[in-house]
């Protein structure tokens, strides 16, 4: 009798264990029916967080998760963290996809996938008024800020090739704004539809665009190597691009075409 209850207790047992073992955290398997997008919630009107509000990340990309995830039946749960960490962040799956303004560029490649490109922008180099900074070649000597792990981050190391600058990297895009106005950065490289609104606000600064390779320009959704939503998450974008809501987007938070 107590075999026969041993027996039907490990029974019961390795049941369970193999039905723990059948469930994903993923999105792409089981029956969960979330994904984890990762992003860095200091960008906007990418993602950001207005904090005098609520705590809640909303953004263009917040909204272009959830329109694609929602037309593929999933609902997204929004995950900040550095921008140096994203890449990690897929790698390690901790998620299922980041979508943080980030550009495809031939080494993010190498360690992930990308689906295609959802919005262009180009880099901006900003600077008090009275630096006198007005050109790439009036850089030199000068100490620019990026933000860790970003393109703008791989561009100042190119024009460190030619023009002699001192490059340091901050984790957020609001230290390189508070890093410039304290006088410790002489400029900084961040994406000009960010910079649009710290432009907005701060009358001391000033502006100039840099050109870019087109070959490394734009925004897309970064997905783990080999993931099978890489192609589902096309299909939707293409969709959206096709029909307009991509564009209506766009107007919301950028208020303008793109």
């Known amino acids: 009798m107590k075999k026969a209850i041993i027996l039907f207790m490990t029974t019961i047992l390795f049941a369970g264990i193999l039905a723990a073992c059948g469930k994903s955290e993923s999105g ?37 998760a959830n329109a694609i995830a929602g037309k593929l039946g999933y609902e ?4 900040d963290m550095d921008f140096g960490g994203l890449i990690q962040s897929l790698k390690s799956g901790q998620a299922d996809f980041v979508l943080a303004g980030m550009t495809p560029t031939e080494k993010r490649k ?4 990308f689906s295609d490109i959802y919005y262009t922008a180009q880099h901006m180099v900003i600077s008090k008024k009275e630096s006198g900074i007005a050109t790439i070649e009036d850089l030199e000597g000068k100490t620019v800020g990026v933000q860790l792990g970003s393109i703008q981050e791989g561009k100042a190391e190119e024009i460190n090739k030619t023009v002699a600058i001192k490059v340091e990297n901050r984790n957020r895009i609001p230290e390189l704004i508070q890093e410039l106005k304290a006088g410790r950065f ?10 649009k609104g710290y432009l907005e606000k701060e009358a001391d600064l000033t502006n100039f665009t840099m050109s870019d390779d087109p070959e490394e320009a ?23 691009k096709e029909n307009g809501e991509l564009q209506e987007l766009i107007v919301k938070w950028f208020g303008g075409e793109n």
Request: cysteine-free.
């Open 110 to 113: 190498k360690n992930v996938d």
């Open 76 to 79: 997204v749960e929004v995950k």
């Open 186 to 195: 002489d400029a900084i490289i961040i994406e000009d539809t960010v910079a």
């Open 28 to 64: 792409n398997a089981g029956d969960n029916k979330t994904l984890v997008m990762a992003t860095s919630a200091d960008y906007a009107p990418f993602e950001y967080i207005e904090s005098d509000k609520s705590d809640e990340i909303i953004g263009f990309d917040v909204d272009l």
């Open 218 to 240: 734009g925004s897309a959704i970064a997905f783990p190597k080999d993931s099978d939503l890489t192609e589902k998450f096309n299909k939707e974008l293409q969709n959206m």
